[in-house]
């Protein structure tokens, strides 16, 4: 029998963003909805841990690459010593991102096969932390719009560097929106955590840390599974099957156009306009994104008498085109979302 080999760094990266960059936000948020077996978060140390499939990353990977994977992001490392880290090539521009101006993170993808990843992946592995973490938003527009809102001005100092927490895999984040229909946070991270150990696939044991077992299962182990096994209840089971092999045909890309995807989504039996919004907010980036339905968001502008959700959509006029953005805001300020 052999014995499994150590993990080793595949990947390593740094990426910058704008400043203002409220790190704390996103991790918070992550951290109360950490999906048991696939994700670990540390707010105090400004840590995001999860399990990743690289394989169904990219098809085409090569027989003997890394398939299953460890990614770790890091917002509370020291950037001069990741700068001195870093190979001579590429300190110019750590440097670059390191000035006053950017604030700075580091990414690691740890695996058991040895050697680097392929270009192509290491250009994945970047373009999904920027979107799990919001890099690319522009902190100046955003205020410039919500601060000018009263409704929101209102509830407290809007916080610097707001950020929408977004998807790693925007699959698994369709699957849970489908699964926190009309349930709290916690209910829906139960059933997820129950659909990891049922269909996700075994990290190796020298990749295996405490919260980290097991990968977010495929389209089509979701699709072929009887769902009402983990506590659904059928309407939803049949709807988040269909959700689950209309993406495995290929017949929904998750990675189209946002109005495409709305489309789609409605069309399956079974999913809503909330769903659909909250997957478009924070898989699909879209900014202006906002499910005016959700309670959470209607009670935290008026906690006694909470607005219709066609009055919250009205309100929300004045919040284009970051509406999503407001959404979070009103989330945190209500401790929910």
């Not at 490392?77 to 101006?101: G, I, K, L, T």
């Not at 709305?262 to 906002?290: C, H, N, S």
């Amino acid at each position: 029998m052999l014995l499994p080999r150590m993990p080793h760094v595949v990947c390593s990266l740094e990426a910058a963003c704008r400043r203002p960059f409220d790190a704390r936000g996103p991790l918070e948020f992550f951290a109360v909805r950490a999906l048991p077996g696939v994700e670990v978060v540390d707010t105090e140390r400004l840590l995001y841990c999860r399990t990743i499939d690289l394989a169904r990353m990219s098809p085409g990977t090569p027989e003997g690459g890394p398939r299953l994977g460890v990614l770790r992001v890091d917002f509370g490392s020291s950037v001069s010593h990741w700068v001195r880290r870093r190979p001579r090539r590429h300190q110019a521009r750590c440097r670059e991102a390191a000035s006053p101006s950017r604030f700075h993170m580091r990414a690691e993808v740890h695996a058991t096969a040895s050697g680097r990843l392929e270009s192509h992946l290491e250009e994945e592995v970047e373009r999904r932390v920027r979107r799990l973490f919001d890099l690319d938003a522009n902190p100046d527009a955003i205020d410039s719009v919500l601060g000018r809102a009263p409704e929101l001005v209102s509830g407290g100092q809007i916080p610097g560097g707001l950020r929408i927490p977004g998807a790693w895999d925007r699959f698994e984040t369709a699957v849970r929106a489908v699964l926190g229909q009309q349930i709290s946070v916690a209910g829906a991270r139960t059933l997820a955590g129950r659909l990891v150990s049922a269909l996700g696939a075994e990290l190796p044991e020298s990749l295996r840390a405490p919260g980290l077992e097991r990968t977010f299962p495929s389209p089509e182990r979701v699709a072929a599974f009887d769902l009402r096994t983990i506590g659904l209840p059928a309407s939803r089971a049949q709807a988040l099957r269909a959700m689950a092999a209309e993406v495995a045909a290929g017949r929904l890309r998750l990675d189209a156009e946002p109005a495409e995807v709305r489309e789609r989504l409605l069309a399956i039996k079974g999913v809503g306009p909330w769903t659909v919004e909250y997957v478009a907010m924070r898989a699909l980036g879209d900014a202006d994104a906002f499910p005016a339905s959700d309670l959470g968001l209607r009670k935290a502008v008026n906690a006694t008498e909470p607005p219709g959700a066609v009055e919250l959509e009205a309100m929300a006029e004045n919040w284009r085109p970051v509406r999503a953005y407001a959404a979070i805001l009103l989330w945190r300020r209500g401790g929910g979302g």
